[in-house]
């Protein structure tokens, strides 16, 4: 599932007298390409994230199909969805909706990007920031994957004038998350750091379907066996929730039953993070939900 060696390098911007950076992977292209990024979790940088992905999501421009870029928060943390933000980010005023505006318009313009095919992935408070961005500039989105976090609750939710504009959305979440209850409720560090309180997974994939105005019944899809091999002798299993409508775009919840705060099917995280199930291919899913072109997220 690792890709080869690919180049990145690390470019700076200047957001509004701040500097920020991004790590672009991959070779600059001629054509048009739609442009993903990456957003990382809490504590985390682009570097760290692709360290804890074991670069699974370098696939996605391997064979130079996108433009790939993982972005750098302030302080390892975003100015996110959340009211109850208390990071730097926050605090000092970073506004990292303009940051992300920023590099879109550097990596079309400097890298060959596609600016009509943007999409954003983003982990933890990645996917918080994910949340924010779906709110706030959705015009320059196509779509998005939010994993290990879900929509705040009504009072914890930060955009004062969210923009109503529908958009293709994919969730991952792991059932025994132990930061991010997969039922709702208070998030935190592990019960201390209280984060504010988030709808349960299913409820933010509702919320998203009825955004996107979905008024019919979602299916469920068994993708997995508990192993991978029908044996069911594993200790976790994906099962997803599909809400589909002809004209309207789409929502899929991928549920790891027994998942942990992590991103199934790139490297096995720390053991306070909870089980990391890898038998389900989230590199894969995004390129194929999201429809990035053929044989972008092909294993090497």
Known sequence: MTPPDIPATTQTLQVQGKTRTLTVVGRTGEQPRPIVLLLHGSNQTAAKLRAFTAHAFDRLTADGATVLAYLDGYQQHWNDARVSNQFAARTEGYDDVAFVRDAIDLLVRRHGGDPSRVYVVGFSNGGQMTIRLVHEIPDLLAGAAVISATQPAEENFAPTYPVHHPLPIMLVHG?????????????????????????????????YAQRNEISTE?????????????????????????????????????????????IPGTKKAPFLMGRTDLTFDTVAAVAAFHALPAGAAHPA
């Open 175 to 207: 059932t025994k998350d132990p930061l991010v209850p997969y039922n709702g409720g208070m998030a935190s560090m592990w019960g201390l750091r209280p984060r504010g309180l988030g709808l349960s997974a299913p409820q933010t994939a509702r919320y």
């Open 218 to 262: 979602p299916v469920t899809e068994q993708v997995g066996t508990m192993d991978g091999s029908g044996t069911g002798r594993g200790k976790t299993s994906v099962t997803a929730l599909h809400y589909r409508q002809p004209g309207r775009h789409p929502v899929s919840l991928y549920t790891v039953n027994g998942g942990g705060h992590t």
